[in-house]
Structure formats: structure tokens, C-alpha cells
């Protein structure tokens, strides 16, 4: 499988925080969790909001605008209003540089 490199690097990356990369034209929330860095989708599946403007709290990210929640280890839907989950994508660090699995 392909990986394609991140425009942010493993330094970029907040501890217990997030940051929002860009794949080619693709978006992509970057969450750091107990020392691991994870990439979803970065809008809300509800109205399109920035998750990064959200707020994480362990592997949970809420949604800035309606409150929704997803887990951002396996994409799941923890609360609605949304009616789905995020995308996520295979991560791999190779140095400094981070990469998703194309596709
Ligand atoms: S846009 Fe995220 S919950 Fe509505």
C-alpha cells in the first residue's frame, strides 16, 4: 500500500492535542493520544464543521459546533448528532515526517 506524506511534522503534533495536515488536497485531524499520533477526517459528518477547532479529551474529540463526539483511534460515532463516524487512515512515522495511507 502507498503512503503519502503529511504537510505537518511528528513536532507539530501537540501532546494530547490536535492539529489539522493536508495530504495533497485531502484534510486530515491529527490527534495524539497517550504518546500515538492518529488521522481522521477532519470535518464533522453532521453540517461539515472543523474538527480541529474541537476539543479532545483522551481519545474523544468534540465537535465545535453541535456537540457531537468521535473517537479518534476508531472513527466511531460516541454521541450524535451526527449519524456516522470519521474516516481514519493508517498511520506511519518515519523520523520527524509523518505519512497516511494513500487511497
Ligand atoms: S457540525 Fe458537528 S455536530 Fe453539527
Request: aromatic content about 4%; overall charge positive.
Given at each position: 500500500m502507498a503512503y503519502i506524506a503529511l504537510?505537518?511534522?511528528?513536532?507539530d503534533v501537540p501532546e494530547d492535542g490536535m492539529t489539522l495536515a493536508k495530504a495533497g488536497e485531502t484534510f486530515v485531524l491529527l490527534s495524539s493520544v497517550d504518546g500515538e499520533i492518529y488521522a481522521t477526517?477532519?470535518?464533522?459528518?453532521?453540517?461539515?464543521?472543523?474538527?480541529?477547532?474541537g476539543f479532545l479529551e483522551g481519545s474523544e474529540v468534540r465537535c465545535p459546533l453541535h456537540g457531537a463526539m468521535f473517537d479518534?483511534?476508531?472513527?466511531?460515532?460516541?454521541?450524535?448528532?451526527?449519524s456516522h463516524g470519521l474516516r481514519c487512515f493508517t498511520v506511519k512515522i518515519e523520523g520527524e515526517d509523518i505519512l497516511i495511507e494513500e487511497g
Open positions: 504537510d505537518k511534522k511528528v513536532s477526517s477532519r470535518s464533522c459528518p453532521h453540517a461539515g464543521a472543523a474538527l480541529n477547532y479518534v483511534i476508531t472513527g466511531d460515532i460516541v454521541m450524535g448528532p451526527a
